[in-house]
C-alpha cells in the first residue's frame, strides 16, 4: 500500500490517513426486502406456544415504538420507519429470548430510524423513555430495579445494539418510506404543476383519499406488510385501498384517471397485482396481531371491483432511466411555475407565522405568570 500524500487534509503529521479506514463515503448494497407472503407467515415457525410467545414479544416492542412516538413527539415517517427496520431484522435474525432484550433492540431500531429520517435527540431523551416503559410495561423489570442503574444499562445496551444492527443491516438504511413518499408524490410542486390536468372532482376526492391513505400507512405499519411490498408498491396499495372505500362509501362514481399509478411510480400496476397484495395483507393480518386498526373483511376485494377503480395500460413503457426518483427531471426542468402554488406556498407561510406569533406570546404570557408567582412566594416567605 502506497504511503498517504502529507498534502491530504486528512492526513496527520503522523502520516495516519483517517479516509483510509473510514472514506467519505461508503456505496452501501440496497436490498429489496420483499418476501412471499407465505416465506413470512413461516418466518413464525410452526410450534403454535412459540409463535404465541414471539408475536407476544413482537407486540410489545412495536407498542413501545407508539409510545415513544408520543413521548418524543416523533414525526409518523419516524415511526413507520422504526416499524419498517424491526421487521426487516426480525425476519432476517428473529428476536431476542426475553422481553426486556427486545425493547434494548428496539431502542436501537428507533435511535436509527430518528438518524435517518430526522434530526437525532440527545441519548438521555431516549434513555429516559425507553427506562420508564420498562418499569411501567414490562413486569420483570420492576423487581427493586433503581432508574438510574437502569438508564446506564440502557445507554451501554443502546451502543452496543446500534452497532450490531448496522453491520447486521448491511449499512442498508435505504427505506423507501411510504409514509415520505406519498409527501413527496402528491407534494404541492406536484399537486399544482403536474397534476393540474386532472378534473375538479377527482382532485377534490384525491385529497380525501391521500389523507385516507397516510393513515392507512401508519396503521398498516403494525403489520408485517412493508415485507410484503416496497415502499413505492406500499403506498400505491394505500391508495388504491382508499379509494375504494370512498368509492364504496362516498362517490360509486370515483375512479383513478388512466395510468394514474404507471405515471407516478416506478412498478408495472395491475388489478391483478393489488387484488393479490390485499389478500395477502388479510392473511398476515389473521397470522400475527389481532388489533383494531385490522381491515379484515375489507381486504376482500373481486378482479372486477378493482378494474371499477384503477386503469392501467399494460403496454405503458416506465423511463428506467430515473430509478426510483420521485422528482423526475423532465417534468420540472423547464421551471414552470403556477401561480396557485405560489398562493398556496404564500397561505402556508401566513399560517406558520401566525401559529409560531401566537406560540411566542403565549410562551411570554406564561414566562411572565410564572415570574409574578416566584415573587409572590418570595414575598410570603421574608413575611
Not at 181 to 208: P, W
Not at 247 to 268: G, I, L, T, V, W
Not at 332 to 339: F, L, N, S, T
Not at 347 to 370: C, G, H, M, Y
Request: hydrophobic share 35%; aromatic share 12%.
Amino acid at each position: 500500500m502506497s504511503q498517504p500524500t502529507p498534502k491530504s487534509p486528512a492526513t496527520t503529521t503522523e502520516g495516519f490517513n483517517a479516509r483510509v479506514l473510514w472514506p467519505d463515503m461508503i456505496k452501501t448494497p440496497q436490498n429489496k426486502w420483499v418476501y412471499a407472503r407465505k416465506e413470512i407467515v413461516d418466518r413464525l415457525g410452526n410450534d403454535p406456544h412459540s409463535a404465541s410467545e414471539l408475536k407476544r414479544r413482537m407486540e410489545k416492542c412495536l407498542m413501545y415504538f407508539y409510545v415513544m412516538k408520543k413521548q418524543l413527539k416523533l414525526f409518523d415517517h419516524t415511526y413507520t420507519a422504526a416499524c419498517i427496520l424491526f421487521f426487516r431484522y426480525w425476519f432476517v435474525y428473529g428476536l431476542p429470548p426475553n422481553s426486556n432484550e427486545c425493547i434494548h433492540l428496539s431502542q436501537a431500531l428507533l435511535v436509527t430510524a430518528c438518524k435517518t429520517v430526522e434530526n437525532n435527540r440527545p441519548i438521555d431523551v431516549y434513555v429516559k423513555g425507553t427506562g420508564e416503559f420498562l418499569l411501567k410495561d414490562v413486569p420483570t423489570a420492576r423487581g427493586g430495579q433503581n432508574l438510574e442503574k437502569l438508564k446506564w444499562e440502557l445507554r451501554d445496551k443502546l451502543v452496543a445494539y446500534e452497532k450490531q444492527i448496522l453491520c447486521q443491516l448491511g449499512f442498508d438504511l435505504n427505506l423507501n418510506n411510504p409514509k415520505e413518499l406519498i409527501e413527496e408524490i402528491f407534494s404541492g410542486y406536484f399537486r399544482y404543476n403536474r397534476d393540474f390536468d386532472m378534473s375538479e372532482q377527482f382532485t377534490k376526492a384525491l385529497r380525501n383519499v391521500i389523507q385516507d391513505a397516510r393513515n392507512f400507512i401508519i396503521q398498516a405499519g403494525t403489520q408485517p406488510v412493508s415485507l410484503l411490498c416496497d415502499g413505492f408498491t406500499f403506498t400505491a396499495l394505500a391508495l388504491v385501498f382508499c379509494g375504494l372505500q370512498f368509492k364504496k362509501n362516498a362517490d360509486p362514481s370515483f375512479k383513478f384517471p388512466k395510468n394514474f399509478f404507471s405515471q407516478r411510480f416506478p412498478f408495472k400496476a395491475t388489478s391483478q397485482l393489488f387484488v393479490e397484495l390485499l389478500s395477502d395483507y388479510r392473511i398476515l393480518e389473521q397470522n400475527f396481531f389481532d388489533l383494531k386498526s385490522n381491515k379484515g373483511e375489507k381486504l376482500q376485494v373481486t378482479i372486477d371491483e378493482m378494474s371499477n377503480l384503477i386503469e392501467e395500460d399494460e403496454n405503458f413503457i416506465h423511463d428506467d432511466s430515473n430509478g426510483e426518483s420521485v422528482y423526475v427531471y423532465e417534468d420540472i426542468k423547464d421551471g414552470v411555475v403556477r401561480g396557485e402554488l405560489l398562493n398556496s406556498i404564500e397561505n402556508r407561510v401566513k399560517e406558520l407565522t401566525a401559529r409560531i406569533i401566537a406560540q411566542s406570546q403565549a410562551s411570554e404570557k406564561r414566562d411572565a405568570i410564572e415570574s409574578d408567582h416566584a415573587e409572590n412566594v418570595a414575598k410570603r416567605r421574608k413575611q
